[in-house]
């Protein structure tokens, strides 16, 4: 009888077992999404391509993430569906790839259903030769014909029609476009020089597509691209253009009033679907959160306005409370659905963040309910969005109230509304960490850390930055990409790099900048593209995609190639060796028609041209960290706006030490008469040294 328990025990286990397809034994949380599926998935590797090859099938390549919201719904109506399943499965190869795993691959096939269709996003859904090569694709299909959308179920029949029938129409079509990707990649434009008129007209494209009714750039979807703000307060900086300073402030004073930002934990959501920036799409991507927290505290470097430190504050503070991981490295996205309140089993988007005029009452009493709904414009209708649809002077006014009363009740309310948040399901959180998106978070946090002089966001960076080192550093300074162990990229060199870069500036450990430059070297090494110029997406030495490709556009995050021209700037400024400054040179020069085209796509790279253009300054500090003078003189330099500076310390009494070989401008910058010592330069044209903090300011332009 045990026997026989025991048996059916086995036998109902491997039931089960055959209920999960290849993708169980994989690490990304995307691909595991879709074990159960009754699709024969394979992960992206040579077992693919081998069995297309043997079996004389194309590939049905399918490209996602495990927090996209159509992503999900792909997965529902069409790969868990039987039939769609049937039809896959007995005449296609099908890939599952991660695009956050593997960013290679989704960046290459992007654009050849960009060079299709003018369109792209995610799911991506590409059909390919065995041999890799792209012959048509889309995004999100629905499994039947519906509002003018092809069914996914026509599409394979078709297809595998045309497979068997039209094979040698496939081959020209995938021939056709690989070449078209091919005439595609970056030319540089004959005699191109860097000077003010193309920052002139980036600023101009930006201007002409920003939204002067409710701010930003485009009507709708909006994105909060932030290296868009980053260029205009440099240009700001450079020009005095006042204007490009309003249109910075305007956007992020919306953005943070908006839904797109989370009015109670802080944060932003993925973008915007309108153009008031109050319905978003509900994901929650750890780059954002990066990139925006640090455009909030140049906007407080600027203006003071310390409504923009609470913004970067809050946001930092959600990332260090929800995001980071045990070990120190910060986990990647926050889904954007999340169980519904009613019905468990079914999920929506943005449950977790929604809010019905009741539950406020309930929670906040109705009297303080209906100030806090009117302030986060909530109505009696439906779930709500929290958004500032009033100011507080308007709110004190409507109930008749002072101002300081509504600020109490806000925060009260505020308080009382997360604790209830907490105990609703939340949305799931991919924890596979990045390193590319890691090297972000550590850059503004350590950059956070000076601004506001504030330990526990150092404490921070130095946590992740350490992670990365431990786990997905090799002896050979090659990067790993993800903890799901790919290989690294070129975002994951350039971000890393710039990560290390702002630590040791907000440390002065020099392991961090030695680091630095030995990542950029082995970046040079396997990345470099020694006939045109620039670095490429992957490595030389990778065979993974029909060609290599580079990439200059600055989307939701910035390039690796604009990110990889300041490192260069600065790294060759701190080593005084023209080998990494003309690099960055050959960057400009090889993407200089792009740029040329249309800079306003290019706006992180821009800001690398406004460094390079000048003035910059050189700063070093002789003295030790720990000294009060010291403090004061980093405490200064970090209050105020100066994009375009690197900045070192001299912490060594002798004349000669090992460090002088890394950092060459360290080298004869002594105290005078034993005191802590500044010594400012503009283009390597130095000022006398001082030890006056009112006169290092009055170097930079600034009275006190």
Request: glycine share 6%.
């Amino acid at each position: 009888m045990v026997l026989l328990f025991f048996f059916i025990i086995v036998l109902f286990n491997s039931e089960k077992m055959t209920n999960y397809n290849r993708l169980i034994k994989e690490k990304s949380p995307y691909l595991l999404q879709h074990s159960k599926n009754p699709v024969n998935w394979f992960p992206w590797g040579e077992e693919a391509f081998k069995k297309a090859k043997e079996e004389d099938k194309p590939i049905f390549l399918s490209i996602g993430y495990s927090t996209c919201h159509w992503c999900h719904i792909m997965e529902e109506e069409s790969f868990s569906n039987e039939e769609i399943a049937e039809i896959l499965n007995k005449y296609f190869i099908s890939i599952k790839v991660d695009r956050e795993e593997m960013p290679d691959v989704d960046n290459f096939y992007m654009k050849a259903v960009y060079a299709m269709t003018g369109n792209g996003g995610w799911p991506l859904t590409v059909f390919l030769t065995p041999q890799k090569e792209p012959f048509f694709g889309g995004t999100y299909f629905p499994p039947d014909d519906k509002q003018g959308m092809i069914g996914l179920k026509k599409t394979l029949t078709s297809i595998a029609f045309s497979w068997k029938n039209k094979r040698e129409v496939i081959f020209e079509v995938a021939k056709s476009l690989i070449e078209t990707l091919k005439e595609r990649e970056i030319k540089s434009e004959k005699g191109f020089k860097l000077n003010e008129e193309i920052l002139k007209k980036g600023f101009k494209e930006l201007l002409q597509n920003y939204d002067s009714l409710y701010f930003g750039f485009g009507i709708s979807p909006k994105f909060p691209i932030a290296h868009n703000l980053y260029f205009l307060l440099r240009y700001w900086k450079r020009t005095g253009e006042e204007e490009a300073l309003e249109m910075v402030l305007k956007t992020l004073n919306s953005i943070s009033s908006g839904g797109i930002y989370d009015q109670l934990g802080g944060g932003f959501h993925r973008y915007s679907t309108d153009r008031f920036w109050h319905t978003p799409h509900f994901e929650k991507m750890l780059y954002d959160q990066a990139l925006l927290a640090k455009v909030y505290l140049e906007a407080y470097q600027v203006t003071k306005n310390e409504e923009y430190k609470k913004i970067a504050s809050q946001t930092l503070d959600f990332v260090l409370r929800e995001m980071e991981s045990p070990e120190g490295g910060f986990f990647t996205a926050f889904d954007a659905d999340s169980p519904l309140r009613e019905n468990s089993k079914e999920k929506g988007e943005g449950e977790f963040y929604l809010w019905k005029k009741d539950e406020i009452l309930n929670l906040l009493g109705k009297g303080e309910g209906e100030i806090f709904s009117f302030y986060y414009g909530v109505s009696g209708e439906g779930k709500n969005i929290l958004y500032i649809a009033h100011k507080i002077e308007e709110t004190a006014e409507k109930f008749n109230i002072p101002s300081k009363k509504v600020e109490e009740i806000l925060k009260e309310g505020k308080e009382k509304l997360l604790k209830a948040r907490a105990l609703r399901p939340k949305p799931f959180l991919d924890e596979k960490i990045l390193v590319d998106w890691n090297g972000l978070m550590i850059s503004s946090l350590a950059f956070a850390s000076r601004v506001l002089n504030e330990k526990k966001y150092l404490k921070a960076a130095i946590n992740s930055a350490n992670f990365i080192i431990k786990n997905m550093l090799k002896k050979d300074f090659k990067l790993l990409h993800s903890s799901t162990g790919k290989d690294g990229k070129i975002d994951d060199y350039a971000f890393f790099i710039l990560g290390l870069l702002n630590l040791y500036e907000a440390t002065f450990n020099f392991d961090y900048f030695i680091l630095a430059k030995k990542l950029q070297d082995e970046m040079i090494k396997n990345f470099w593209d020694e006939k045109d110029g620039g670095f490429f997406f992957s490595s030389n030495y990778e065979k993974n995609l029909p060609s290599n490709f580079k990439e200059i556009y600055d989307g939701s995050i910035p390039s690796g190639n604009s990110v990889s021209a300041l490192n260069l700037i600065k790294i060759g400024k701190l080593t005084m060796n023209d080998f990494y400054i003309e690099k960055a040179l050959k960057i400009f020069d090889n993407f200089s028609k792009e740029i040329l085209n249309y800079p306003s796509q290019y706006t992180k790279i821009l800001c690398a041209i406004d460094f390079i253009l000048g003035p910059s300054y050189e700063i070093i500090i002789s003295g030790k960290a720990e000294e009060e003078k010291a403090k004061e003189m980093i405490k200064e330099i970090s209050s105020v706006f100066l994009p375009n500076k690197i900045i070192a310390l001299n912490p060594f009494e002798n004349e000669e030490n090992e460090i002088f070989k890394e950092i060459p401008i360290l080298k004869d910058k002594k105290k005078i008469k034993g005191e802590t010592t500044i010594y400012v330069c503009k283009n390597f044209t130095c000022k006398l040294p001082t030890t006056d903090i009112k006169e290092m300011l009055e170097y930079f332009g600034i009275k006190k």
